[in-house]
């Protein structure tokens, strides 16, 4: 099976069988989408949902909004053969890692929520909010995904060390 890891301001989209779509993510979430007739799937993954209206965005930074992340990800499945009308949704992420930074994975959750709504898209599995970090794997050919949640945070204050083995080219959170 061939992986593809996307980071934050990146998506993928795939039509063909055995690709695996991962990510990791904290406050930032994640959006799959599937077409189920024509097989074809995708992920993205956004830092916000969307910048203040004072704020000058660069077009280098727009793939980062997830306002601008959704169009750039239901566009590529379009042009892969998808139908707008047809995709449905798996939702991950926006937790609210580090308590001093308010709640940004709230909000970020929020406006993934309210963007499936107000475009129709039928959210087949959400797993938003919370405290804990997220893997997410999607098959974007069969839409079916897995989400493995890390449990044990590290205090935000704590001066530990941390040391990310690295697992054929995999990071692994302990």
């Known amino acids: 099976m061939r992986r593809v890891s996307i980071v934050q301001g990146e998506n ?5 069988p055995d690709v695996v779509v991962s990510t ?3 406050s930032c979430v994640a959006a799959c989408l599937y077409d189920p007739v024509a097989r074809v799937g995708g992920m993205n993954h956004f830092l916000l949902g969307e910048p ?3 704020h000058r965005v660069s077009a280098s930074d727009m793939s980062r909004y997830g306002v601008h992340a959704m169009e750039l990800l239901i ?4 042009a892969r053969g998808a139908v707008r009308s047809r995709l449905q949704a798996h939702l991950y992420g926006g937790a609210n890692i580090i308590s001093g930074l308010g709640a940004i994975g709230s909000s970020n959750a929020a406006f993934a929520r309210r963007f499936m709504e107000d475009e129709g898209i039928a959210i087949g599995h ?4 919370g405290t804990s970090a997220r893997k997410v794997e999607f098959l974007p050919h069969e839409g079916r995904s897995r989400c493995t949640k890390v449990t044990e945070r590290v205090p935000e204050r704590a001066a530990v060390p941390v040391h990310l083995p690295v697992n054929d080219g995999e990071l692994e959170l302990f």
């Open 52 to 54: 203040n209206a004072d």
């Open 75 to 78: 566009n590529g499945m379009m």
């Open 126 to 129: 959400c797993d938003l909010g």
């Open 24 to 26: 990791l993510l904290g």
């Open 12 to 16: 993928a989209v795939v039509a063909e």
